[in-house]
């Protein structure tokens, strides 16, 4: 097993007490707000000097029939003195990137873009030195200005798919009410809080800290932080997550962690991580860009050679072909491709309490067949409930027998106990209530003796249990209760750990999927199976003890699976390791799983389904994004060196520029495209 996937490169997390931060730069550091707004500038000068350009090229001049108007002495040098303002102020950008690629050995885009625009603008000066009217000035001008526009336009685009994390750091508020210990109410700073502080969070605000509820109840809508759909109530006790929206009712909350402490904070931690962590797609892309580079270097000198020796064309037209090669072949949609869609499943991923930690590994969830689930607390509730109920006296109702079980249970702390009270619809008042021990309780309701014991009891007594139903019961592993009343059997009760509602679809959906779905659990193999019989499942494997789980998913790897683990990340760890996806459920507010790849913040086995469909159809949009950009390059190159002029096809070096930056923002678009719909995922 290699462990050099839980390795991870931590960014930089907000001080204590600060606000969350987000970077909102999906790839590198050079996309910020600024740059798009010196792209727009450069943009807008390029293209006012662009006019006076087009009316004094001798080309435009005759095509438009108007050579004797707008002739005028020295006008070519007017012509060059404006194309060079084009070109060192609006081609800056692209130089400067240059520069930064031959340093860094690095060689692309802004290579091509910076070598043509270079070779056009020295062949044109030289052209006016000599005194020729064969210049590339307007070409020059035009194929600027659309890349100046073709980058501020994509820049917008990438950003946007970054914005999610700087959605994430707003929903916290700057603002809280601090509640003091005489009663007043004084409005502080969220950062100046340290924790133990107690708040007042009206109806409608948002939560400023993590905290525990002290006074108060309410439903909070978590939404956009676990992506659970439905309020969530309240009441002493409960914890708060800072950033949800407090509903209807008032609340006052203990602080319990604040700044970088707090939920928030950690995803936003996780998704900085996951965002900047390479996807191996990407050094796919970055080959085929590099290759792409090397060609188009080549395509040009092969282009110009071509034209100039072999056709009577002239230098002035292989030039322009050339150009048109270089501008058209940059890489940029290929270096873009991956970057884009990572940004935009990361964020879908962490709005939804789908948070990724190992990026490799989430890419490697579309390749699982197999899924392993613990049971206890992932495929079942972890709590008791009532599943069957027995009536052996007919004078009772089969809810008078778990009313009559529930009011005596309601004095025992036992969880088989509890079981029973939470799904009763009443309880009535009990007199004289005494614990048998190690058998069950007895006490007086309704002037009745009622006593509620286990099989051991009647064993003890004598009394004949030869029910059919209750060896049904027994057989399934349930816990089974029975109700004495007056010292005559009037019923039993069956309880079970309560399988989850969206269990079996889960498992139908990951079935449909091609992924055989794997129960272990140490709880006892009667209770394995029925569990297993109710959803579904392909396998059980029972009474397996903590520490023989990660061997039972080596077991399991060595049937040639790819192996996903489901647990709780806490006596799962090693076995969430040994998987190839480890995945802890249930997380709730502690996303510090650190052997977990991914980490669920809700206990749905529905989220399974979700990450595994988003996996996918990640896979799916980067693999779209890679088949245009490369596709698009295996058309336009040859269409650029002028390989249709026979049929009267050429391209300009600005229509080339707008192809090259088409083909950007067709693959920015796309990558935003990619949605979680809850019943399944759309790519």
């Not at 002495?73 to 990137?97: E, I, Q």
């Amino acid at each position: 097993m290699d462990h050099s996937k839980h390795t991870h490169h931590h960014a930089a997390a907000p001080a204590k007490g600060d606000k969350p931060q987000a970077s909102s730069d999906p790839h590198g550091g050079h996309n910020h707000e600024g740059m798009i707004a010196d792209y727009r500038q450069r943009f807008w000068v390029v293209l006012i000097a662009t006019v006076p350009i087009l009316a004094l090229a001798p080309m435009i001049q005759r095509w438009l029939g108007l050579s004797d108007t707008l002739r005028f002495a020295g006008d070519s040098y007017v012509l060059a003195a404006l194309s060079s303002l084009v070109f060192f102020y609006g081609g800056w950008p692209f130089l400067k990137g240059f520069w930064r690629e031959i340093t860094t050995r690095d060689v692309g885009m802004m290579t091509l873009i910076s070598v043509a625009i270079t070779a056009a603008y020295a062949y044109s000066i030289g052209m006016v030195v000599i005194g020729s009217e064969e210049t590339f000035f307007w070409e020059l001008a035009t194929l600027i200005a659309v890349m100046l526009l073709g980058h501020w336009i994509e820049m917008k685009s990438v950003l946007g798919a970054g914005r999610a994390l700087e959605k994430l750091a707003s929903l916290m508020p700057d603002e809280a009410h601090l509640l003091a210990a005489d009663g007043s109410v004084s409005e502080v700073s969220v950062s100046t809080l340290v924790g133990g502080e107690h708040l007042l969070i009206k109806p409608g605000e948002k939560v400023p800290a993590d905290g525990i509820v002290i006074k108060g109840e309410s439903s909070l809508n978590e939404s956009m932080l676990t992506g659970e759909s439905k309020p969530i109530s309240k009441t002493v006790d409960s914890i708060v997550i800072g950033g949800s929206i407090n509903g209807e009712g008032s609340l006052t909350i203990r602080v319990d962690k604040t700044g970088d402490e707090t939920f928030l904070s950690s995803i936003i931690k996780l998704v900085q991580e996951a965002q900047a962590s390479k996807s191996r797609t990407q050094d796919l892309a970055n080959t085929a860009a590099r290759w792409l580079t090397v060609i188009a270097l080549g395509g040009g000198l092969v282009t110009v050679l071509f034209w100039t020796l072999f056709t009577g064309q002239g230098f002035g037209f292989a030039m322009a072909r050339a150009v048109t090669v270089l501008v058209i072949a940059c890489p940029h949609a290929l270096g873009l491709a991956v970057p884009l869609v990572v940004a935009r499943s990361t964020a879908i991923a962490a709005t939804n309490g789908l948070l990724i930690r190992d990026r490799t590994a989430f890419e490697d969830a579309r390749k699982i067949n197999a899924i392993i689930f613990d049971k206890t607390g992932t495929l079942t509730k972890g709590a008791f409930g009532i599943t069957d109920t027995l009536v052996f006296d007919t004078a009772f109702s089969e809810e008078d027998i778990v009313v009559y079980a529930a009011s005596i249970e309601a004095h025992s702390e036992h969880p088989i106990a509890q079981g029973i009270v939470n799904d009763a619809p009443n309880a009535w008042p009990v007199d004289k209530f005494k614990a048998i021990p190690g058998k069950g309780a007895e006490g007086t309701v309704k002037d009745r003796n009622v006593k509620v014991v286990s099989p051991g009891y009647l064993r003890n007594q004598g009394v004949e249990m030869d029910d059919p139903r209750f060896e049904t019961l027994s057989a399934e592993g349930k816990t089974v209760v029975f109700v004495l009343i007056d010292d005559k059997l009037a019923g039993a009760i069956a309880l079970a750990d309560i399988i989850r509602e969206e269990s079996a679809q889960a498992i139908a959906a990951l079935q449909a999927m091609g992924i055989q779905c794997i129960m272990l659990t140490g709880d006892n193999q009667q209770v394995a199976d029925w569990v297993g019989k109710q959803i579904g499942l392909d396998e059980v494997i029972a009474e397996v003890l903590p520490e023989e789980k990660a061997a039972k998913v080596r077991e399991i790897q060595s049937r040639g699976l790819i192996v996903a683990m489901t647990g709780d990340g806490v006596n799962d760890a090693p076995a969430l390791a040994q998987a190839n996806v480890g995945i802890a459920i249930g997380a709730g507010t502690d996303v510090a799983i650190e052997t977990a790849d991914i980490i669920l913040v809700r206990s749905s086995p529905a989220d399974v389904v979700a990450i595994i469909e988003l996996a996918r159809a990640t896979y799916n949009k980067m693999m779209q994004n890679l088949v245009w950009a490369t596709g698009y390059n295996t058309f336009a190159i040859p269409a650029a060196a002028g390989l249709f002029f026979p049929w009267g096809i050429i391209l300009t070096p600005a229509l080339g520029a707008v192809f090259m930056s088409a083909s950007t923002v067709i693959c920015a678009v796309n990558a935003q495209l990619l949605k979680l719909d809850r019943k399944g995922v759309t790519a």
